[in-house]
C-alpha cells in the first residue's frame, strides 16, 4: 500500500486497526514478468508501507524489518 498516511482511508482502515507498521526504505520498483528490470528511475512513484494486522503478521514484519522503520500505532483508549 502506499503510505498516505493523511488520507481518510488510513485513518479508517489502518491506524484504528494495525498491529505494526513497516515503513519500506526507498521506492518500490517491480520487475517484468521475465525477471528485467525497468530503467533507473522507474519505480512505484511513491512510499510504501506493509501493515500487519494481528500479532502474527506483526512478527513477520519485525521479521523483515531490515527492510525499512517500524511503527507500532498507540491507542490511547
Known sequence: MYARTD???FFRNVWPFASLLLFLEGRVTFHYPDGTKPKDGHNSGGPSVLIGYGKR???ELMNV???GSIVIPFRAD
Open 65 to 67: 524489518r531490515r527492510l
Open 57 to 59: 503478521a506483526a512478527k
Open 7 to 9: 488520507t481518510q482511508a
